[in-house]
């Protein structure tokens, strides 16, 4: 069950699913043909006989067969399927067809199609419906029709949005398309899908309350201590003393030319395999934009199981580790290169001045965030002198600078849904950024998972090849065995889980 394009072995997921097994939470659907309902390995509801299940990799090819999502489990919740491999051609090729089906912010200039998914894959239309349906089971299409209404899904059961709203945000150019999908694929239309979902928390002011799947183990304490050594004040603060663990910030997103700044606070229910999210009202508008960037930022859609598989034996003790990402790319960029050469304290110190000197003011409901961090335009149009007053040295002046422009020229593009290589090469042609800051930017803000910063002295010292003649070589010649996971493998070296089996 962990090998992604494997034939499902249904008795594994009966097993699985008898269990509620949270580590399958997203690896499949399970239909039942006495109800009409598909629904996740976790959910709540007695277990359906065996002879009354089918078993489905994928959400898409539950619908696809005639069955309903269960309004109790809510199969829009599951942590996403995300699959790498350096193998297989036409496997590679679907998945990463997928993935940017999947990316809302890699289609800003217009609505994702078969044939512009071709042109950006530099393939035939034909060809990738051929290799889509052969990997997924259903068509470009239908994959892509599912997420729309999984969002729509849960945006109708966690916000009190109008529909018409609902429908625009969800990707559908009418309401009139938008009723018509639901009747077709849920017999029912969204008004009454809201009426039978779950109550909707939350009153006026407190925001927009939604929870988040992913798959365990899950290291919380890991993940928030990653962000906490790193947490600058007035944009963001970690939860607990007697809280939730969790992380609260402010941040900005721009979508469809239009800027929307406001605050969330994801705190972890570890019970239940979730993170609870509470989103700014100010951001309705583009909710499902943030939903998917706060999965990249905690990493949620990761799948231990093939992860684990591959890096187990030389990190034993990081099975529960996840790579941090990043709400907002070019902020990240901006630290990175900040970093450069210096302690994460050191870091974080001129990180903290440069949002006192140029961060924009925000008021939210909590003290601790007051300011965003300073947006591209501020960064592009700073001076040196203004720049070499907060500590930061002329090289990396030129380099925040440059990132900055190029982010505000539309010229740069710091997301899960960039081109890796392209991306990684317009990095290196700025001024100031080398391989080190472009694949650590790779790493956390274009969730790229076989990012390898090999020049990382920090890496070196975990890996054993420091006193060596070239270690950054030895380094990438050591991280050859851990592809295509070898970002998830920096995380693990850098929190001191490398095991006797990867010695020397």
């Known amino acids: 069950m962990t090998t992604a394009n494997a034939p499902l072995a249904d008795n594994d997921c009966y097993l699985a699913l008898k269990a509620r097994d949270a580590r399958f939470d997203g690896s499949f659907f399970t239909g039942v043909t006495s109800t009409g309902i598909y629904c996740r390995p976790v959910c709540s509801v007695k277990a359906p006989k065996r002879e009354n299940c089918r078993f489905f990799r994928h959400a898409a090819q539950a619908e696809s067969a005639g069955f309903r999502p269960c309004l109790r489990c809510r199969p829009e919740l599951a942590p996403h399927s995300v699959v790498w491999s350096i193998q297989d051609a036409s496997y590679i090729l679907a998945h990463q067809a997928a993935r940017l089906l999947d990316e809302t912010e890699a289609w800003t200039d217009a ?6 998914l071709a042109a ?12 889509f349906e052969a990997q997924f089971g259903v068509s470009p299409l239908q994959y892509l029709q599912t997420r729309r209404l999984h969002t729509a899904k849960q945006l109708l059961a966690d916000t009190n949005l109008p529909i018409t ?4 945000i969800s ?19 969204p008004t009454q899908m809201r009426r039978q979902g779950p109550a909707r928390p939350g009153a006026a002011g407190e925001g927009i309350t939604i929870r988040l799947g992913y798959r365990p183990p899950y290291d919380v304490a890991a993940m928030l201590e990653f962000f906490g050594k790193r947490c600058l004040n007035a944009i963001e603060f970690i939860a607990g003393s007697g809280q939730a663990p969790g992380l609260g910030r402010t941040f900005r997103i721009e979508s469809g030319g239009k800027v929307h700044t406001g605050w969330l606070l994801a705190s972890f229910d570890e019970s239940r395999c979730q993170l609870v999210l509470r989103v700014s009202d100010s951001l309705r508008e583009v909710l499902p934009l943030v939903i998917r960037r706060v999965r990249a930022l905690f990493d949620l859609d990761a799948d231990p199981a093939a992860i684990n598989g ?3 034996a030389s990190f034993p003790g990081g099975d529960g580790l996840r790579v941090p990402g990043a709400l907002d790319g070019y902020e990240l960029a901006v630290r990175a290169v900040l970093g450069q050469q210096i302690t994460v304290a050191a870091a974080r110190t001129l990180a903290q001045r440069m949002v006192e ?21 501020v960064l592009a149009a700073a001076s040196g002198d203004a720049l070499g007053q907060l500590g930061i040295v002329r090289q990396r002046q030129a380099a925040i600078v440059g990132i900055a422009q190029a982010v505000a020229d539309k010229r740069l593009q710091l997301h899960s849904g960039a081109d890796v290589n392209a991306t990684l090469v317009a990095l290196k042609a700025l001024p100031g950024i080398g391989d080190w800051t472009a694949q650590y930017i790779a790493m956390r803000a274009l969730r790229w998972p076989d990012a390898f910063p090999s020049g990382d002295v920090a890496l070196h010292k975990a890996l054993g090849v420091q006193g060596l ?6 380094a990438e010649k ?14 693990r070296a850098w929190s001191g889980t490398l095991g006797a089996a990867a010695d020397g």
Request: charge should be positive; charged fraction near 20%.
């Open 469 to 474: 003649k070239n270690p950054a070589r030895e």
């Open 310 to 312: 591959v890096l187990h």
């Open 171 to 189: 990707g559908y150019a009418s309401l009139r398309r938008f009723n018509a999908a639901f009747l077709d694929h849920y017999q029912l239309n």
């Open 120 to 131: 950006r894959l530099g393939v035939s239309d034909r060809h990738v419906r051929r290799i």
């Open 111 to 116: 609505a994702p199609s078969v044939e512009k």
């Open 165 to 168: 709203q609902v429908a625009l």
């Open 478 to 491: 050591a991280s050859a065995a851990w592809a295509p996971w070898r970002s998830y493998a920096v995380i």
């Open 357 to 377: 000197r140029f961060g924009e003011a925000l008021e939210t409901p909590w003290p601790q965030l007051t300011r965003l961090f300073p947006a591209p335009a």
